[in-house]
């Protein structure tokens, strides 16, 4: 008797949730052609191309794979025009400039820029900041610029330029000159041996040159 019961409630649980799962996939269907709407990403990062004017310890450029991937013929900016736009259609509500290679060597890199900006997009740009000057700067306030990240690894010529090959100098410069930004500006340093002792004096050029923050990541082993 008990044994008949407990089969008869098993019966009823399994008809039960069946009939459940099946008002419920009904309902997903019934939302989807209500709303309409496709599935889109709200952000996206799109690398321009492979190039660099530095030649970082920790580089992705320095792998096996690299040689084949640099021989790679660049993406021409009206593919990248016409991504934005698709972007743009789906609803993406914010586009990030990165690496890849340093973006600001992409000769169409403004021309992008002023797109991306023009559909009201969050925009951020991730740089070596070499090529951020005064007439970058200016060009990025004017079209209403969002976000910078300056990647640098260290808080002297020494331990920075041991990690990236050069351009310690010349970055602090461009920082100091960019005091009346429109936008946001981050450091962003690659945590590794040679500079791990260093996060404090990291911290003091964020206060000295009045930088809006700083982003420690580790370093990635691209050889594995």
């Not at 964020?206 to 923050?213: A, H, L, M």
Request: proline share 3%; with cysteine.
């Amino acid at each position: 008797m008990v044994t008949m019961l407990t089969e008869g409630l098993a019966t009823i649980n399994r008809e039960g949730l069946k009939g459940l799962g099946k008002i419920l996939f009904e309902l997903k269907i019934a939302s989807f052609y209500r709303s309409n709407k496709p599935i889109a990403p709200t952000t996206a990062a799109l690398y321009l191309h492979a190039r660099c004017n530095l030649s970082c310890s920790m580089c992705w450029r320095r792998t096996d794979f690299a040689a084949e991937r640099l021989k790679q013929e660049e993406v021409p900016v009206s593919r990248w025009e016409e991504t934005i736009l698709g972007l743009a259609e789906m609803g993406c509500k914010s586009i990030k400039f990165s690496g890849g290679g340093e973006p600001l060597l992409y000769s169409s890199f403004l021309r992008l820029a002023e797109l991306a900006k023009g559909f009201d997009m969050h925009c951020v740009l991730t740089t070596n900041g070499i090529l951020l000057d005064k007439q970058m700067k200016g060009a990025l306030d004017k079209i209403g610029w969002d976000e910078v990240t300056i990647s640098l690894d260290g808080p002297t010529e020494e331990i920075n330029n041991r990690i990236r090959g050069a351009g310690f100098d010349r970055v602090i410069k461009n920082i100091a000159e960019s005091q009346d930004r429109s936008f946001k500006l981050y450091l962003q340093t690659v945590i590794q041996f040679e500079n791990c002792k260093s996060m404090g004096e990291m911290l003091d050029l964020v206060k000295k040159y009045g930088i809006d923050g700083i982003k420690f990541i580790p370093v990635y082993d691209w050889n594995g």
